[in-house]
Structures are given as structure tokens and as C-alpha cells.
């Protein structure tokens, strides 16, 4: 069965710093989608960023990025120059390509520190 | 912008009352799903409709709970009778093949 893990339940980051949250993932499939979604105190959950399995190049968006290490089924999230609209949850995410159920994590909860 | 949108946004009800939740899906979608989120087990995925035909309602306590398309423009999750255990936030999404969109939520209090 697939499985989404994230380590670290909670994290802290000065604003303007660069912060890194880490998702593993277990799967046996080799075409997948991968995503990273935010949820802000509102409660909205925000698509942040997908990445295709099939894809080597790491996804960007503005200042958001991954880094996508297939063999070791690895997905991390690096925010640049953090702001204080960043602080949320944010939820690593899984999909295979056969599916179209999301399998998510359990959530990193972000503090960014002024 | 197209989103998705969902009613009521908050409901507190007692327990054995009927509660419908409604999702409004962004237009040209083919997937809704139903989520519930609570702080002990997170984003969980109770059902999910393609074209408006259930695909998968593992995730959802048979007895109390249903989900229903009556149309394109419409989803429905009833809960019947509610229960204490029953309050979380439920969410609706609604999805390409790529990505999915969330709605707002549904927090659900029931006393």
C-alpha cells in the first residue's frame, strides 16, 4: 500500500530565511504524481506545487521548489526567503497514475519567526 | 477564479439530527471527493464520484453517512442520525487529472 510520511510534526524559521520540509513516500509504482499542499489557519487547503514522476527537472513555483529524488522516494519542500503568510500546515501528497485518490501525509505544522 | 464552493460553512447540531453538506464542484470537473479532517487522524478520504458515479465510499461509515450527484453542479454528503464522534471539518474537492481543488469546508459541531 502507498504511504506519505513527513518526520517532522512541527517546524520554526526566521522570516526571510530558507526553510526545508522533508516527505518520504512508499510505493511500488513507477508513474506517479507528487504534490505539496499549504493550509493556513483559514482552513483552505492550497495546491502549492506538482511535480510528475516522469519528469527529472525539479518543480518551481516562485518561491517555492522541490527536490525530487525518485530512487529514494524522497520529496522535500524548500521555501525561500520565508514569510509570515507562509505559516501553515502544509501536506505532502501522493497520487499514482492509475488513480485518481490523493494519499496525504500527516502534516507539518510551519511557525515562521519575525 | 473558479472554486469551490460549499454550504453551510459552519453547523452545530445535536446529536441524532440530519445534516446535509453541500459542494458546488468547479465547472467541467469530472472527480469529487468528500474529505474529513480532525486532529487525530488528519485528511481522510470518505468518498469520491468520476463523471458523478461513485468510484470508491470505503472510507465511509455506511450506516450514518451517504453521498450522493444529483447533478453536475451538486454533491451531497448526509449524515444520519449525527453523533458527537461526527464533528471534524469535511471538505469537498473537485479535480482534473492532474490536481485537485478544495473547497472551504465544513466545520461540523455536533453536541
Known amino acids: 500500500a502507498q504511504t506519505v510520511t513527513q518526520s517532522q510534526p512541527e517546524m520554526s524559521v526566521q522570516e526571510a530565511e530558507t526553510v526545508t520540509l522533508s516527505c518520504t513516500y512508499d510505493t511500488s509504482e513507477s508513474d506517479y504524481y507528487l504534490f505539496w499542499y499549504k493550509q493556513p489557519p483559514s482552513r483552505q487547503m492550497i495546491l502549492v506545487i506538482r511535480q510528475e514522476a516522469y519528469k527529472q527537472q525539479n518543480a518551481t513555483e516562485n518561491r517555492f521548489s522541490v527536490n525530487f529524488q525518485k530512487a529514494a522516494k524522497s520529496f522535500s519542500l524548500k521555501i525561500s526567503d520565508s514569510q509570515l503568510g507562509d505559516a501553515a500546515m502544509y501536506f505532502c501528497a501522493y497520487r499514482t497514475n492509475r488513480d485518481d485518490k490523493i494519499i496525504f501525509g500527516k502534516g507539518t505544522r510551519l511557525h515562521i519567526l519575525p | 477564479d473558479a472554486r469551490v464552493t460549499q454550504t453551510p460553512r459552519h453547523k452545530v447540531t445535536e446529536m441524532g439530527q440530519e445534516v446535509t453538506m453541500r459542494c458546488q464542484p468547479i465547472l467541467g470537473h469530472n472527480t469529487v471527493f468528500w474529505y474529513r479532517q480532525t486532529m487525530m487522524q488528519g485528511l481522510e478520504l470518505l468518498a469520491y464520484f468520476r463523471n458523478r458515479a461513485p468510484l470508491d465510499d470505503s472510507g465511509m461509515p455506511k450506516d450514518r453517512f451517504s453521498a450522493e450527484m444529483p447533478d453536475a453542479t451538486l454533491a451531497t454528503l448526509k449524515i444520519q442520525p449525527s453523533e458527537p464522534r461526527d464533528s471534524a471539518v469535511y471538505f469537498c474537492?473537485?479535480?482534473?487529472?492532474?490536481?485537485?481543488?478544495f473547497g472551504p469546508g465544513t466545520r461540523l459541531t455536533v453536541t
Open positions: 474537492a473537485s479535480g482534473t487529472y492532474y490536481e485537485q481543488y
